[in-house]
């Protein structure tokens, strides 16, 4: 397991850019494989973007590609979600997760975070 905290949510208008930051503890980062997830008020929480172990494969949910990308340093522990042209329905709880079984298993990830708000407003 790793502890992860994220951070960089905030309020931002439509069109505008954040860049949220999650940062891991542990020494075997890079073998772990990173997501984020979403969680709007009143719906489920969904899956957003997810990037491998070394960084190699990314993926991407369909409302969000082109406009948010997920990056890792991993000599820095931290994995990055760029969100450009931010929309209103983009407003949510944003959720760091991390597994070392695979992309494939971040939806039933071991360790999450604590969330960081990101508001959209139009």
């Known amino acids: 397991q790793v502890q992860l905290v994220e951070s960089g949510g905030g309020l931002v208008q439509a069109g505008d850019s954040l860049r949220l930051s999650c940062a891991a503890s542990?020494?075997?980062?890079?073998?772990?494989?990173m997501g984020w997830f979403r969680q709007a008020p009143g719906k489920e929480r969904e899956f957003v973007a997810a990037?491998?172990?070394?960084?190699?494969?990314?993926y991407y949910t369909d409302s969000v590609k082109g406009r948010f990308t997920i990056s890792r340093d991993n000599a820095k522990n931290t994995v990055y979600l760029q969100m450009n042209s931010l929309k209103p329905e983009d407003t949510a709880v944003y959720y760091c997760?991390?597994?070392?079984?695979?992309?494939?298993?971040?939806?039933?990830?071991?360790?999450w975070g604590q969330g960081t708000q990101v508001t959209v407003s139009s």
């Open positions: 542990g020494r075997t980062f890079s073998s772990y494989a």
């Open positions: 990037i491998s172990w070394g960084g190699s494969s990314t």
């Open positions: 997760a991390a597994d070392d079984r695979g992309v494939h298993s971040l939806h039933n990830a071991g360790s």
